[in-house]
């Protein structure tokens, strides 16, 4: 495989999704750092080069004139791990295992993982009234991601087609620091259960 | 392949992919009606046997005790469409149309979407306090999302592999209807010459 570059925020769970599914894999990953509190994902040459629409993670596959930059942290979870044993074989468990990961982007990430950012990086203080005013309704949308996912785990090891993939991997990311935001993973004895098993995994890196 | 039934509500942008793509494709799919307004995808029922998160669409696989149920637009559009022309051949290429695809469900249809749905079929006189405070946030997050598909579509046909892909079908939903929800689709003209490549796809349906 060509050289992989990670550009990223080692506080961003979409950038260690990545991070830890290239560990997983044995793939090398050189990382370059950015402050998205300082708006280091906006400069014009970001913008230019990078990503247009000015977020990280961004998955750079090669290096100089014949770079390409791959944004969206479960695209590039996806490019990294294509016929390796993170993804499962059958077509209905692979299209399942894409289901929680458009479930993690669309139900899970806006609110769990929006509400660690504004609680624990942004600072409560800090919060547009506007944003405050959001709390409640993602407190109880990140609530029912939870209890969604600890409702399946309850009946099953792993999120799609009975071993660790890709949706696991996703959904763990801010899954695992949820209390930072102000949930209480207590709540949920079966992602807890879940947790413990990714991190038992061969090859396992912790966010930094 | 097995019968396949799609659970929708035929208002949906997320339904409607899931029928293009089964158009496109050539695959027969027999169609079950939810009104969501009416509360209809949050039955006892519909959460026990369709989908638990409440939702629709639902791509349903088989008949009776057998049958599996897929939610998430895009996935189900994936278990459909694997190893047809709608997916690119290649590998970035594949994972640059996902990229699309979480794009689609985190900047795009939240804010698009959402602002349709509130404006054109809950009626913005009906909307809370606090989802009336969120329509600048969204408008300006839509206009972005818009912009930044107009400025890649200035430069290519299609939104990844240079071929219609699952991407544009999953942009295409709630694109082609923005107006709907107050955005003005002439201020992008490569969005409105992409539709009409679009529309004019042989097999092509229109949404209801």
């Known amino acids: 495989m060509e050289p992989l570059t990670l550009h990223e925020d080692p506080r961003s769970g979409n950038c260690y999704k990545i ?10 990953l050189e990382r370059r750092h950015y402050d998205i509190l300082k708006g280091e994902t906006r400069t014009l040459e970001f913008l230019a080069t990078v990503n247009a629409n000015g977020r990280i993670p961004v998955l750079q596959i090669g290096a100089g004139a014949g770079a390409r930059f791959l944004p969206e942290s479960n695209a590039a979870c996806w490019y990294l791990a294509e016929g390796s044993g993170l993804i499962p074989a059958d077509r209905f468990a692979r299209a399942d295992m894409l289901r929680w ?23 409560e203080g800090n919060l547009s009234d506007q944003q405050r005013a ?22 099953a090891d792993w999120l799609a087609g009975g071993m660790l993939s890709l949706a696991d991997i996703a959904l763990h990311a801010y899954t ?11 709540d949920y004895p079966a992602i807890g259960r879940w ?14």
Chains 1, 2 share one sequence.
């Open 195 to 208: 947790l413990a098993r990714i991190a038992a995994t061969p090859g396992f890196v912790a966010m930094d």
């Open 176 to 186: 695992h620091v949820a209390e930072a935001g102000g949930f209480r993973l207590g």
């Open 19 to 28: 991070r830890l599914t290239a560990a997983l894999l044995g793939l090398p």
């Open 101 to 123: 990961m458009f479930f993690e982007q669309y139900n899970h990430e806006p609110n769990v993982a929006t509400l660690r950012f504004w609680l624990a990086f942004v600072g």
């Open 134 to 155: 959001q709390i409640p309704a993602k407190r109880a949308a990140g609530e029912a991601a939870l209890a969604l996912m600890d409702q399946h785990l309850a009946q």
